[in-house]
């Protein structure tokens, strides 16, 4: 049985618990990180790899409710809810449709939008001293076979354009020109020029290599058991590997945090937004861009050698099966936009749980009665994409610097 004592502990080695140890390891902190698994085995392994600030939206924009009651009852749609029981689910829908107003969705768009810039300045750099995690900004295409489907991306465009977030709106024939892989007639879409992709399992190797360069500590196969509370701290964290102590602790834990709620003595209504991505070889038109299908939501990312679709979101709670019907329904929908081969092989096949929060905002900051415990944790869709920036986010937290977003939208005392 090992002992421990480090500045920071961080539970969670995903997206955003390596960003947080990479950038409070660089920053001098004496960090170990743990996890119960692999380093960048949960959801960050097989995600697009998009970093695409263009895509700040929280899940409950306003607008929805129709919408998220026909997903409701309908298992072939791109986002769907399968009914249960479940006190959890209805608590959870309950405050998913509170926060499909207008106020809430600014302020959300907002501080994601900053995270998600912030971050992609630090993939920037990241993908200069590793060029093996492919960073590339080519910018992103939304494509649209419908009036709403263009509709719906201009939407997109009108509120991340005066953010800071540049875009134009593409008819037929400009789509058809940029991206000939596509399969015509389209009707339009929007090119967002900034944004950017690489491979997001190499991106947490990246930050664990920065976490060990700089003294850090991985433990692997390391589940946090408890948290030892006395008074307003955490006196020391028990692992399958034995007790650490640190002066501070960071939950990084994803869509596992839920079941660790009780631990952190919090309400923590984090569900898992199951989605699935294959891997497949080349297309003999192989897309030169990463586009999002918009009425299929389904997405679809060039690497060097192959090609990435991913889609779907399924409302479960920790259940990581393979529903082979929505395995289809990506690849039908990918069909309609691409030359995608009859007998399509599909290399790898992945399913990760997007840890979602009902207001679609991640909860970042300090525990309200416990001084020395943080969360990072609940980032919906966009973990990679503004993992980098809560690192930096959470960083400063520690360092009780003034924060570069509005906390309140974050706050993690909020459930
Ligand atoms: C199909 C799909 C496509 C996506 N595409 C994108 C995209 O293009 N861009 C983007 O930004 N986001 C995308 N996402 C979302 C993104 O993958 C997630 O938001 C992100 O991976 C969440 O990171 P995380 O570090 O919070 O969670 P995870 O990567 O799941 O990490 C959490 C870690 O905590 C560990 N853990 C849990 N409990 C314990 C415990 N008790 N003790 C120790 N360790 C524990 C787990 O083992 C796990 O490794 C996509 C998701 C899916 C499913």
């Given amino acids: 049985m090992q002992k421990k004592e480090v500045d920071i502990l961080v539970v969670g080695a995903g997206i955003i618990g390596t960003a947080v140890g990479a950038e409070l ?35 409950p924009m306003p607008g929805m409710l129709i919408k998220s009651m026909k997903w409701l009852l309908d298992p072939e749609s791109p986002l769907y809810i399968k009914p249960s029981f479940s ?14 107003n207008e106020t809430q969705a600014k302020r959300a768009v907002d501080a994601l939008v900053v995270l998600s810039q912030k971050s992609l300045t630090e993939y920037e750099k990241l993908g200069q001293k590793y060029p093996e995690i492919h960073f590339q900004q080519k910018g992103l295409l939304m494509v649209s076979q419908t009036k709403a489907g263009v509709a719906a991306a201009v939407e997109e465009l009108n ?20 991206e000939p892989a596509l399969k015509s007639p389209l009707l339009g879409g929007v090119y ?8 997001p399992y190499l991106v947490v190797q990246a930050f664990a290599k920065e976490i060990r360069a700089h003294g850090g500590e991985i433990l692997e196969q390391c589940e ?13 964290v028990l692992t399958s590997q034995g007790e650490i102590h640190a002066k501070q602790v960071v939950m990084a834990t994803g869509s596992w945090s839920k079941s660790l709620a009780r631990l952190m003595r919090l309400r923590v209504p984090v569900l898992g937004g199951k989605g699935y991505a294959m891997i497949v070889p080349p297309l003999e038109k192989q897309p030169q861009y990463p586009m999002m299908l918009v009425e299929k939501k389904i997405a679809i990312t060039p690497r060097q050698n192959s090609l990435r679709i991913a889609g779907t979101l399924e409302l479960v709670d920790q259940d990581f099966s393979i529903t082979p019907q929505r395995v289809e329904n990506i690849k039908k929908g990918a069909r309609e936009f691409l030359h995608l081969p009859q007998e399509l092989q599909v290399q790898e096949l992945w399913a990760g749980l997007r ?23 609940g980032h919906q869709m966009l973990g990679l994409q503004s993992g980098a920036g809560t690192g930096l986010l959470v960083s400063d937290l520690l360092e009780g610097k003034s924060p570069f977003v509005d906390l309140k939208v974050l706050d993690v005392n909020r459930f």
């Fill in 87 to 100: 006190l959890d689910l209805a608590s959870w829908l309950f405050q998913f449709m509170k926060a499909m």
């Fill in 25 to 59: 390891s660089r920053r001098g902190a004496k960090v170990c990180v743990i996890d119960k698994g692999q380093v960048g085995k949960g959801c960050s392994y097989g995600n697009a790899g998009w970093m695409t600030p263009c895509f700040a939206m929280p899940l």
């Fill in 355 to 377: 840890p979602c929060t009902p207001d679609g905002v991640p909860l970042i900051g300090y525990h309200k009665n416990i001084s020395n415990l943080m969360l990072a944790l």
């Fill in 224 to 236: 946090l058991k408890d948290l030892v509370i006395s008074g307003d701290k955490v006196e020391k």
């Fill in 192 to 199: 967002f020029s900034h944004e950017a992709m690489a491979e």
């Fill in 159 to 178: 509120y991340v354009k005066n953010l800071g977030v540049p875009g134009k709106v593409l008819n037929s024939g400009d789509i058809q020109e940029m």
